[in-house]
């Protein structure tokens, strides 16, 4: 079967290995929320995120309503991530944690710079949506690239939007 050429294969793995690095700070935040008693919904600082998604979208070519929906399942994924470790840790009937990240200091900055980062992996992806086999590629990288934490699921929401776009 067809495949993409290398240089949309590589702007593939550069989307995906972000998407796992955001997936990454969820432990995080589920620590540092586990400690405060913060709720895992944080609709205000989702909508403070999605007003500058919907700037650097534009400046950046990507389409507003794809790069919502994205930036939606990622906060869904994370989600997901957070609401598994407090389930898991409640039935462990874990403490607190000894030294948890501060969520507005340490672990809310790592996200805000991940973001303009997978903007602009967004464009790429807007793009190479139409190119022949990116699906296949997107699929079979998916897979290897991106953490199957808790069953692959946080993975599959995550992905969604570009499956979503993805010629096969
Ligand atoms: C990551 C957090 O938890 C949730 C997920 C968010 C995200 O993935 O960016 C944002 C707000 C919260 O609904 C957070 O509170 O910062």
Same mark, same amino acid.
């Given at each position: 079967?067809? /495949?993409?050429?290398?240089?949309?294969? *590589?702007?593939?793995?550069?989307?995906?290995?972000?998407?796992?690095?955001?997936?990454?700070? *969820?432990?995080?935040?589920? !620590?540092?929320?586990?400690?405060?008693?913060? $709720?895992?919904?944080? $609709?205000?600082?989702? *909508?403070?995120?999605?007003?500058?998604?919907?700037?650097?979208? #534009?400046?950046?070519?990507?389409?507003?309503?794809?790069?919502?929906?994205?930036?939606?399942?990622?906060? #869904?994924?994370?989600?997901?991530?957070?609401?598994?470790?407090?389930?898991?840790?409640?039935?462990?009937?874990?403490?607190?944690?000894?030294?948890? $990240?501060?969520?507005?200091? /340490?672990?809310?900055?790592?996200?805000?710079?991940?973001?303009?980062?997978?903007?602009?992996?967004?464009?790429?992806?807007?793009?190479?949506? /139409?190119? #022949?086999?990116?699906?296949?590629?997107? #699929? !079979?990288?998916?897979?290897?690239?991106? !953490?199957?934490? @808790?069953?692959?699921?946080?993975?599959?929401?995550?992905?969604?939007?570009?499956?979503?776009? @993805? *010629? $096969?």
């Amino acid at each position: 079967p067809p /495949e993409p050429p290398d240089e949309d294969k *590589a702007a593939i793995d550069r989307m995906l290995v972000l998407i796992d690095e955001r997936l990454d700070v *969820a432990p995080l935040v589920a !620590q540092s929320k586990w400690n405060s008693g913060a $709720p895992i919904e944080a $609709p205000e600082r989702e *909508a403070q995120i999605l007003d500058q998604v919907a700037e650097d979208a #534009e400046a950046a070519g990507v389409d507003d309503a794809f790069a919502r929906r994205f930036f939606d399942k990622q906060f #869904e994924a994370s989600k997901q991530v957070q609401r598994r470790l407090h389930h898991q840790w409640l039935q462990e009937g874990r403490s607190t944690f000894a030294d948890p $990240p501060d969520l507005a200091e /340490e672990v809310r900055p790592v996200l805000d710079r991940l973001t303009p980062q997978l903007i602009e992996a967004l464009a790429d992806m807007q793009r190479i949506a /139409e190119v #022949e086999g990116a699906g296949r590629y997107l #699929e !079979q990288r998916a897979a290897e690239l991106i !953490q199957d934490d @808790f069953d692959g699921e946080p993975r599959d929401v995550a992905i969604a939007p570009l499956r979503e776009r @993805f *010629a $096969p």
